[in-house]
């Protein structure tokens, strides 16, 4: 905010009714241009850090360092090796920040932001390893380690570089939910996980293969056609002991949806039962489970809402 308006005054005070002959090379497009994007940056970049807390926010803890941006030009300064699974979920950029007290323990939050609330929800259930805690969307918490959760078109991570007490990470985590916008929703496709059997939070949100290839290994040369415009799922079931996969995409239009599903079955991908479409949407079983029960799970994944 210090910027834009210093940047603010000097156009005012160059305005045409001065007759200066610099101000009105400055006044030209390109300068004009050049000055409201020095404004939106330094904007956009203020307003993230402002979400995190500052030192006196929270008892008794204090800002270890000044806060980190990173943006898609350097975020591989802070994930070495990995930026391109955050890019597939329309990464805009993230802040970090460190805190301490007067223990030294340090608590480390991650504000990440991102395109949509459905690729905040995306990257929030990429990682997902903890219990449910009632912050934030779909709030998680590993007991001394770990507190994350999503909220608008954000992810958050509030994480202790040792162990942590459980009180100062929910309050950390607590504050900024706060300070976030509110609300995000679910993504639809969502709901058209079959329950019976899924895996108690066991499914991943996504938009293109880099996301899943822990799990299922498709080739890795997008024989599916999937890119930003396409949503979604791949769900863990637990049938007879056996865990398989569920893999339910939805494309663009019926006819991108036709040409992933011929594709996959002529691809010969290791762990393939079934595999069918419907309108839009391809859905597709892995894993070690009999034809029949592949079958049903693609009859209620692709059934009409």
Partial sequence: MIISAIIWGAFWRL????????????????YLFFLFLLVGCSSQAAALTD?????????????AEEARVYNRDNLFDMVDGQADAFFV???????TQRY??????????????????ADAYGLFTSGRAGQPIAIGNDGEADPGSRIAFWQDRYYVQVYG???????????????????????????????????AHLIERGFVFFHEEIS????????????????AQTNGLMAGYNLDGTRVHLL????????????????????QVDGLVAADGRDNLLGAVFGQVDLAEANHLLVQALANE
Wanted: proline share 7%; with cysteine.
């Fill in 15 to 30: 305005r045409p009714n001065t007759c200066n002959l610099k101000m009105n090379k400055l006044l030209r497009p390109g």
């Fill in 212 to 227: 899943i290839q822990h799990e299922v290994w498709l080739g890795g040369e997008n024989i599916l056609g999937l890119s």
């Fill in 100 to 117: 301490q007290n007067a223990t030294g323990t340090i608590l480390e939050v991650a504000l990440w932001q991102l395109a949509t609330p």
């Fill in 161 to 195: 570089r040792q162990q942590a007490a459980d009180a100062d990470l929910q309050t950390f985590a607590q504050t900024i939910a706060a300070s976030l916008p509110q609300g995000g929703e679910r993504p639809a496709l969502v709901n058209r996980l079959p329950q």
């Fill in 51 to 63: 979400f995190l807390p500052k030192t006196g926010t929270i008892p008794n803890w204090t800002l």
């Fill in 248 to 267: 339910v995409i939805q494309y663009p239009d019926a006819k991108a949806a036709s040409s992933g599903l011929a594709a996959l079955k002529a691809g």
């Fill in 89 to 95: 979920y329309g990464f805009e950029q993230v802040a």
